[in-house]
């Protein structure tokens, strides 16, 4: 008995291709590797470094579902972003890598005022202040807390700071609910990211280097 081979038609074509953006587009988003320490540009998710990825992803995707309605469109990029906050959220917060607190390794945090130039500069800071102990206290009276040995104030305002930046990754009221959560905690217990990120904020907020008086003594100069 022969069977007629199918016919394909430009439709059915049109509907697979569609079907087929829409079963795959939940394995691009891009999510936090937080298992093992492994190399910093496959650990860090690309929102750490780029805020501005949900609409870079939106405008590479466009052509790509122009068979999609536009309101499916809009709810795939609300569930990507979903996605990726979420992923963002445990990458700061309780991934291996941000939990560990001990040790001299690439900062975590690589938004908007990581500056690797200064990299050097920032690891030197954390040898001399701290040997990379993240949960240490310490300096005159115990007032100084991690591992940059930040003071309650500096840490206070650094959570002001950080706070626009992480609005756009993490979403607002979580933003907002977790710089409440760590200006209530001494800075010693802060996830390393949070550290590294207050640092990289405060020391380049203006400019690279702008807020380096915050770290002009210590045993040796950086």
Not at 54 to 73: E, K, N, P, Q
Not at 112 to 138: A, L, N, Q, T
Not at 141 to 169: P, V, W
Request: glycine share 8%.
């Amino acid at each position: 008995m022969t069977t007629t081979p199918h016919r394909w038609t430009r439709r059915t074509t049109a509907l697979i291709a569609t079907l087929t953006a829409i079963l795959l587009a939940p394995a691009l988003v891009a999510g936090a590797n937080a298992v093992g320490r492994v190399p910093v540009t496959s650990a860090i998710p690309v929102t750490a470094q780029a805020p501005s990825h949900f609409a870079h992803v939106a405008r590479r995707r466009h052509g790509a579902h122009d068979s999609m309605t536009g309101s499916a469109r809009a709810a795939l990029v609300y569930y990507q972003r979903a996605r990726v906050r979420k992923a963002m959220l445990h990458f700061t917060t309780h991934s291996k890598a941000t939990s560990d607190m001990r040790g001299m390794e690439p900062s975590l945090y690589r938004g908007r005022f990581f500056d690797s130039s200064k990299e050097s500069i920032r690891r030197c800071i954390v040898k001399r202040e701290s040997e990379g102990h993240y949960d240490v206290r310490g300096g005159g009276g115990n007032r100084y807390f991690g591992a940059y040995q930040m003071s309650d104030a500096l840490a206070d305002g650094a959570t002001h700071m950080m706070l626009k930046e992480h609005k756009k990754i993490l979403g607002e009221k979580t933003a907002r609910s977790l710089m409440k959560q760590l200006r209530a905690a001494q800075p010693n217990a802060w996830p390393r990211y949070w550290q590294d990120a207050a640092f990289s904020t405060v020391y380049n907020w203006e400019s690279p280097g702008s807020g380096a008086r915050h770290w002009a003594g210590g045993r040796w100069h950086c």
